[in-house]
């Protein structure tokens, strides 16, 4: 029986002596779906003292959180999706605290503490401001997972440092790790967690062994009961089982799909016409069809029944299908937006009527700048489009680049692709050591540090140089990285001296990009675009080039005939002594 994501959660809250509960709490624990690509997830938030409507800012921060977390998209982590939510509601509060003329009211402060634990596949996220608390129960102890954001003036005065609600902009601490099975956690306000030590916890939990709100609701009368006046709100969460690390994704829906029989021309499959065989290869099979609905056409690709107990390549084989239908550009293929129910594992995507940037490469062996520079822009953002999702392509070459008959470029081959929102489920899955084609591989990747948007950057790179050279930027020596010592002896071949009617600041741009270092290429490709349309001074300065670089033939001719030269001003001092 395959294990799942399943806890115990207990809560409860406790208005203080004033009457009005500012405290606010809550849960979500979704089933199917949302349980995979979201988790579950507590939360609770306690509104300042002095202020008459702060349990409305603790009611919308947790509410608004429960709500709009489950509604980002399912490719972002969790500490964007949560961040994105919470700044977003931390600026609604703060434009209802100020008064029409832009003061802060105060007696009328939407300002709250917040702090949620989320448990996604096995690891658990701690998102958190202000002076509420996150605890870890152990034996003897509770390790306070969380800082409190009080500033303390003297032993009697303090103020909240951060908080929601207070300011336009928002800090909040994120912390993220690995869960384990059994595992109990607290969520407290200070009214609770100022009156409760670990022997406390546990007894309540040997008195409620099944009945996680009773303990709960035993330990805030508890905390009354030992002089606490302030509003005492807690939550409980224990951990009872974890997804395994090896278990195929389940947001990756393949359960009960057969592997399809080989396909032929003019064959019925799956509600299309195949129409023709484009390509064959250990990997896939791609076919020309057409959706016998819509009349339109389509290209079916079916996986290799080689690999068909390869449980990871066939993950990989459906994620394809998941990203395309999260991402809209024009400059990323689309897949068939059809819902037919389907029998078979396939994958139906646009046919694109044109030509790979490879084959367009062999056509325009010295393209004009112009024409180069509209293709990368085109590629920049299909890029960008899957990184605004927290995705990348990973495997970005000319074979995965289609021209269609009207100019427009779009990525294809999304199988190798990184998402973050699916990665976070178990860190074991599609782990691979080098995800894309060596030749395009940014030198991170082969000394197993892992890629980012700076890898797609120098990838990006690569090509416009081969592009506009016919060569890559290091010949061969950059997919012979497997080692420090190898990337500090790789030499950036200029441009210029394949291609010396280009401009020499087209050089500087490009050496920039594809710096073997991450942090000294540009951080984003928006950046590396504006360079190739708008170059700025500093890409004007003439450097000088060494002559190792700018003629290596001559460099060792002039190095051996100095050499040569020493040795016999050496001989000829050392007969003279004679």
Not at 257 to 276: D, Q, S, Y
Request: with cysteine; charged share 20%.
């Amino acid at each position: 029986m395959n294990k799942t994501l399943r806890v115990t959660v207990g809560q409860a809250s406790l208005a203080g002596a004033h009457g009005t509960n500012q405290d606010f709490h809550g849960a979500f624990l979704p089933r199917g779906h949302q349980l995979a690509s979201k988790g579950i997830v507590l939360a609770l938030a306690d509104g300042i003292s002095s202020s008459q409507v702060s349990q409305l800012a603790s009611q919308t921060a947790v509410r608004s959180f429960l709500e709009d977390y489950y509604a980002t998209s399912e490719a972002w982590s969790v500490r964007r999706a949560a961040e994105r939510v919470l700044s977003a509601t931390n600026a609604w509060l703060h434009a209802q605290t100020m008064a029409s003329d832009g003061r802060f009211e105060k007696d009328r402060g939407f300002v709250c503490t917040f702090s949620a634990l989320i448990l996604k596949g096995r690891d658990l996220h701690l998102l958190h401001v202000g002076d509420s608390r996150i605890f870890r129960l152990h034996p003897q102890a509770l390790e306070q997972l969380t800082e409190d954001h009080r500033v303390r003036l003297s032993s009697t005065e303090s103020y909240l440092g951060r908080a929601l609600g207070a300011g336009p902009y928002v800090e909040i601490d994120y912390r993220g790790w690995e869960a384990e099975v059994g595992e109990f956690y607290l969520l407290a306000t200070d009214g609770a967690y100022g009156h409760l030590q670990a022997e406390d916890i546990h007894a309540a939990l040997r008195q409620h062994p099944a009945d996680l709100d009773a303990a709960a609701t035993d330990l805030v009368n508890l905390a009354r009961s030992r002089g606490a006046s302030d509003d005492a709100t807690l939550q409980l969460l224990r951990i009872d089982e974890l997804p395994a690390s090896d278990a195929p994704h389940p947001q990756l829906r393949r359960e009960g799909l057969a592997l399809p029989p080989i396909l032929a021309p003019r064959m019925e499959f799956e509600g299309f016409t195949i129409l023709r065989e484009m390509q064959v290869s250990a990997r896939s099979h791609l076919h020309l069809a057409m959706d016998n609905t819509s009349g339109q056409q389509y290209v079916i690709k079916t996986p290799s029944v080689d690999l068909s107990q390869d449980a990871d390549y066939l993950d990989r084989f459906v994620l394809e299908e998941w990203i395309t239908r999260r991402v809209d550009s024009p400059h990323v293929v689309k897949t068939w937006p059809g819902e037919r129910p389907r029998t078979h594992l396939f994958v139906a995507m646009e046919f694109i009527d044109g030509q790979t940037l490879a084959q367009w490469m062999r056509d325009n062996p010295h393209p004009p700048l112009d024409s180069a520079r509209s293709i990368v822009e085109q590629l920049a953002q299909g890029l960008q489009a899957l990184h605004r999702r927290e995705m990348l392509h990973q495997d970005l070459r000319p074979e995965n680049v289609m021209i269609d008959h009207q100019g427009t470029v779009k990525l294809i081959d999304l199988a190798t692709a990184h998402v973050e929102g699916l990665a976070e489920y178990h860190r074991d899955a599609f782990v691979t050591a080098v995800p894309g084609t060596l030749q395009y591989s940014a030198p991170e990747y082969l000394l197993g540090q892992g890629g980012s948007q700076r890898s797609e950057l120098f990838a990006l790179a690569a090509i416009t140089y081969q592009m506009l050279t016919g060569q890559l930027p290091y010949g061969l020596a950059a997919s012979r990285v497997r080692s420090p010592a190898d990337l500090r002896r790789l030499r950036y071949v200029p441009v210029r001296h394949l291609r010396p009617d280009l401009p020499q600041w087209v050089d500087a741009v490009l050496a920039k990009a594809l710096h073997p270092t991450p942090a000294k290429r540009q951080e984003v490709i928006s950046e590396f675009i504006h360079d190739l349309k708008a170059p700025g001074a500093r890409f004007h300065r003439q450097r000088s080039t060494p002559l190792i670089e700018r003629n290596p033939v001559l460099f060792w001719k002039c190095s051996t005939a100095l050499l040569s030269l020493a040795v016999l001003v050496l001989i000829a001092l050392r007969v003279l002594e004679h």
